[in-house]
């Protein structure tokens, strides 16, 4: 499973920015899709997923929630983040994972990542 990533820059605090990603390697499904991101100096940080029938979980901490969305579109294979209101501290590097997959002809468990996007927010 590889994963690719989009959509990072440079934007404003306030602003809002659509990260993308999508999974390539003759998948059938995949389980669990989102996001990961790290700032610099800190540890990787979760950030959500969103399973394959669509239940979708955020990290518990007031960090993302109520600002930052994710979707997915199955028949892509593809994940999106949309963060609005965008603060200082959301600059990271923004990372997409797979958690399990079905290809066609194999089960592939797991994780998998990809090589992650540069977000940076200024005042």
């Known amino acids: 499973v590889q994963l690719q990533a989009s959509g990072g820059g440079l934007v404003q605090a306030g602003e809002s920015l659509r990260l993308s990603c999508t999974a390539s390697g003759n998948i059938f499904t995949i389980n669990r899709l989102g996001w990961y991101r790290q700032a610099p100096g800190k540890q990787r940080e979760f950030v959500g997923y969103?399973?394959?029938?669509?239940?979708?979980?955020?990290a518990d901490s007031d960090s993302v929630k109520g600002r930052f969305t994710i979707s997915r579109n199955n028949t892509k294979n593809s994940v999106y983040l949309q963060m609005n209101s965008l603060k200082l501290e959301d600059t990271a590097v923004y990372y997409c994972?797979?958690?399990?997959?079905?290809?066609?002809?194999?089960?592939?468990?797991?994780?998998?990542w990809g090589p992650g996007t540069l977000v940076t927010v200024s005042s």
């Open positions: 969103q399973t394959s029938v669509g239940d979708t979980i955020y």
């Open positions: 994972y797979a958690h399990e997959a079905w290809l066609r002809g194999s089960y592939a468990p797991g994780d998998y």
